[in-house]
């Protein structure tokens, strides 16, 4: 299983930007399916982007325009730029990795992160 962890969450105001990072290990990564979900509390948790290995991406209707997915599979980590942040933006953001098996991450979840904080305050 790889082991995932993130970073740079925190509170900003709306409008701002924020770039988010998973670190993972324990895998070879690059054939692993990734994604970021996020959930706040009394809602279902949403899948807010994935990207292949290759590079291909999706995003949720709600982020699409706004947030951008990447990979870099040498140094083995994970990215979600947010820019014009909304406070309906704000929740924990976990980042997953699925089995390649898996296209774009929508369910079989190898591992998840513990989870990093975004509150966006208006």
């Known amino acids: 299983q790889v082991q995932l962890v993130e970073s740079g969450g925190g509170s900003v105001q709306a409008g701002d930007t924020l770039r988010l990072s998973c670190a993972a290990s324990?895998?070879?990564?690059?054939?692993?399916?990734m994604a970021w979900y996020r959930q706040a509390p009394g809602k279902e948790r949403e899948r807010v982007a994935a990207?292949?290995?290759?590079?291909?991406?999706i995003y949720a209707d709600s982020v699409k325009g706004r947030f951008t997915i990447s990979r870099d599979n040498n140094k083995k980590i994970l990215y979600l730029q947010m820019k014009s942040l909304a406070p309906e933006d704000t929740a924990i953001y976990y980042c997953?990795?699925?089995?390649?098996?898996?296209?774009?991450?929508?369910?079989?979840?190898?591992?998840w992160g513990q989870g990093i904080q975004v509150t966006v305050s208006s």
């Open positions: 997953a990795a699925c089995n390649p098996v898996d296209y774009y991450c929508a369910g079989y979840v190898n591992s």
């Open positions: 990207i292949r290995p290759g590079g291909s991406t």
């Open positions: 324990g895998s070879a990564f690059s054939i692993n399916p």
